[in-house]
């Protein structure tokens, strides 16, 4: 498997509330993080979540749902509890979507509005649901997706790491074929791009890591108000890509 993955500030925010994380050796795991809260709260948010997630997946030796969920509420509970010691962190929190590899399948963790996508033969497949109030919106036909993207309410979360004692993680299993692309990526891509934009880009015949560079060049280019990440994973045949 190739990972790389790019984050950016955005044309407008002086401070990257987004954290990533890379497998070292011998992991098999990703994640993506956006950050909530004033006063760089937001960024000490998904860096916590982010490594407590490592700590906790980096010393199982067999991928499962059950230590994902663990991992997720874990990293719940100590984003909270540092929000509840530090006024200036109080109600702090991120979202934060992960993946977890083993030979022939993987788990997907989730909590949030960051996304995770898989492309397969040429079709792309959100396979995260929106933690938001449009996507509620859009599930009982009050708005449009179109309409959703544009919604002044966008941006706001139902559910986040951080912020309450306990969160329930979407956590979940996908079998694994080889040619098969995985994409993270913080709101800061999918407020400005639409999944067919994501689909081109991904099906196109470029490198990994200028379809990386590519898809944030865009999302910037479109307006890039927020931070920007994306991290694309690719599985088995794509493995020689560069």
Known sequence: MKVFCATDVGCVRTLNEDTY?????????????????????????????????????????????????????KANREVYLESEKDASKKGMGTTMTALWFSEDTVVLGHVGDSRAYRMREGNLMRASTDH??????????????????????RNVITRSIGPWPRVEADVSTFDL??????????????????????????????PI???????????LDAGGADNVTVLIAAVGECEGDE
């Open 21 to 73: 994380y890379m497998p070292q050796q011998g992991e098999s795991f990703v994640a993506v993080a956006d950050g909530m809260g004033g006063h760089k709260a937001g960024e000490v948010a998904s860096s916590m979540a982010i490594r407590m997630l490592k700590e906790i997946l980096s010393a199982e030796k067999t991928v499962s749902e059950d230590r994902m969920r663990y991992a997720f509420g």
């Open 132 to 153: 938001s109030y449009v996507e509620e919106l859009v599930k009982i036909g009050a708005i449009t997706p179109e309409m959703a993207r544009t919604h002044p309410q």
């Open 177 to 206: 074929q080889k040619g098969d692309i995985w994409l993270l990526c913080s709101d800061g891509l999918t407020m400005y791009l639409e999944d067919d934009v994501i689909k081109k880009t991904l099906i196109s015949d470029t």
């Open 209 to 219: 890591q200028e379809k990386v560079s590519t898809l944030i060049r865009m999302a």
